[in-house]
């Protein structure tokens, strides 16, 4: 900030600003000195103090003038001068014309000018005057008095007012009753919490202050904002500290918060089902053995025998429940089984031992530790000839997963899905497991749970699949989900039943919500319907908010990096699924497709059906469409015909990224690598007039095509690439000549050949790319 900007904001001369910088030791070569952030804070303060000083001077002499005049901070006003030589009105000394009688100053009535009324008879006209205007006019007075009665009592009220609120502001020792600055500092709080962004009329709230204050301190830091502006949060911290407050930067989702007066007893707490995640490597027979558990077929129903979502069941064994979760294995589903161990007891990790140890087994270990679950090892396929159940043991010893036997922690079960061997002992473990870790919850309190997978059915709308983690859900309660609010309008078991209320580590599929909220957000329900809107609407807002702070801005400094991204070819694509856990994962599966040349951009990725909507974004983006577990009306099949856009329909996950991947190499630029195929020397030089300069060569090695470019050498310098004018043998031209022979070239547009120059015969040969380079 300059000093000549500091001077304008604080009204002040440039004089004083040198003044100031020189007190402080501020060095300040002139008006447009740059100065730092430090020294604006120091000139701030003391020019604050120079206006108190004078303030303080200037009330000093409004006392002194006032004790001359006798008034109160009046100004001094000369006293009129009494006169003396007897000139008053009417008496001696007056002016020439003036009358006894008569006011000063006022004339004589002059030739024709009408009698005077003074002590005459009154007219005609005011006699003939009704009683009836009469008492209009008196009451018309009276309603006059009346209000002017009713101004002085609201003034003596508002003075009242005004000396109540001077005389305990003077009990509080500011000066002339004013508020002392360290007075509006203590009735601040000492802490606040924002989000990442926040408006500068919701700081002024938090800080217990008026937004004009907060506006006026932006304006003094260089920063010229609205009420309604958003400001970072580092800006915010630096106007809060001047308060005395500090700030918590916290998430979406503290700040809007649900705070509860429920009290969680003791002895209301009950023992609930354990919650089971069935996880491991794509095919090694997660859902088939939860089928076994289950004595249901469940794998039959996906395509190509991968799950594509989460599958939450409820499952009695022997006398007690148990809720298992099944996750999809492939590698393109990782956040989806981030969040089944996030919300689970236990993991049942799934290995087949005919297959061993793999990536994504690797990876389910890994979430199951981060959440710090227990995991029971479930070693399948063992019916299967190629087994080596040791192995397996063995390596899973080096990720801390030794059994029981070998002196570790980890239960061990070895069981058969497809041939129905020993499921009993992995449900005895899971039991003992869960009898461990004593599992309780409270069904008294309001329901609270987690989203497990959501989705837009085409006849009941939003539907989201809910795991209650403690309290008690039942229709009709309203509830907050992410960031949007419903009533319970009916719930469905795991087998699609309709049931009226759910308990702790049930999952359920809940109707009534006000939009489609992501996989994992939480779910809660509150006491009134209006209290779940209001707590939507904010989260509603902080979410534009910190979308918007996302847009990008251009910059000086990013503009060469935006110029350089120009370069980069787009694959753009719309994403549509049934699902939204199957959203999550296409789009990151996609993205992570993107290299250095060709980047996928995911301009839009959405739930339910393929709309019009969908092919006109698509149309005016040039996007392609991927359309998966969904399908578009015969309506919009025909616009995007129209459109020329083109959709693409899938089943199974990885075809959708071995497509992309297909049509990315596409756009790739394609390499191109020389191959020399000859190379000689030249041994004699013909200079002809219509032909220029011919040389007389040898092939020293490899053959020369008529086709091939000609890189000619001098004294190990390129001194010309290109095209070959002619190549004869003799009299006769050629298309090739092989090694030893000797021939004639000429070169286009270039006729400088020398005797001793060496030359190199290659040819071009353009490489397709692909991704994986």
Known sequence: MKAIDIATANHVTEEDILTICKDLGIGCAGMDTELSEKDVFLIQKKIEVIKEQRAKAARELLERKSERTGRPGSKIKLKR????????????????GAREGRPFGERRPGPGAPPSREGAAPDKKDEAISAKEKEKRKKAKEKEKEKDSKKRAYKDKGRESFEKNIFSRKKKGGPHGGVQEHERVAVSPKNIDITESISVGDLAKKLNVKAGEVISRLMKLGMMATINQVIDSETAEILASEYGTSVRVVSLFEETVIRREEEDR???????PPIVTVMGHVDHGKT?????????NVVDGEFGGITQHIGAYTVKVRDQFVTFLDTPGHEAFTTMRARGASVTDIVILVVAANDGVMPQTVEAINHAKAAHVPIIVAINKIDLPETNVMRIKQDLSNYDLAPEEWGGTTLYAEVSAKKMMNIEDLLDLILI????????????????????????????????????????????????????????????????????????????????LSGIPSAGDPFQVVETEKYSKQISQKRIDLRRLETAKKVRKVTLEDLNEMIRDGEVQELRVVIKADVDGSVQALKEALEKLSTDEVRVKVIHAG?????????????????????????????VSELAEKESVSIKFFNIIFEVTDSIRAAMEGMLSPEYREEVVGSGEVRQIFKISRLGTIAGAIVLAGKVNRKNRIRLIRDGVVISDGELKSLKRFKDDVSDVDTGQEFGFGLVNFNDIKEGDTFEAYRTIEIAKTLDG
């Open 81 to 96: 001068k009494v006169r003396t030589d007897g000139a008053r009105r009417g008496g001696p000394g007056a002016a020439p």
């Open 266 to 272: 003791a002895e209301d707490r009950r023992k609930r």
């Open 288 to 296: 088939k053995l939860l089928d076994a558990i289950r004595k249901t």
């Open 433 to 512: 497991q869960a009898e461990m870790l004593e599992l309780g919850a409270n069904p008294v309190l309001l329901g609270r749970g987690v989203v497990i997978e959501s989705r837009l059915d085409p006849g009941r709308g939003p539907v989201a699949t809910a795991l209650v983690q403690n309290g008690t859900l039942h229709l009709g309660d309203p509830f907050v989900v992410g960031i949007y609010s419903g009533k319970i309008r009916a719930m469905f078991n795991d087998q699609g039943l309709s049931v009226q209320e759910a308990g702790p580590s049930t999952p359920v599929e809940i109707v009534g």
């Open 607 to 635: 739930t339910g059906g393929i709309n019009e909507s969908d092919v006109m974004l698509a149309s005016a983006s040039n996007a392609v469409i991927i359309g998966y577990h969904v399908r578009p009306a015969a309506r």
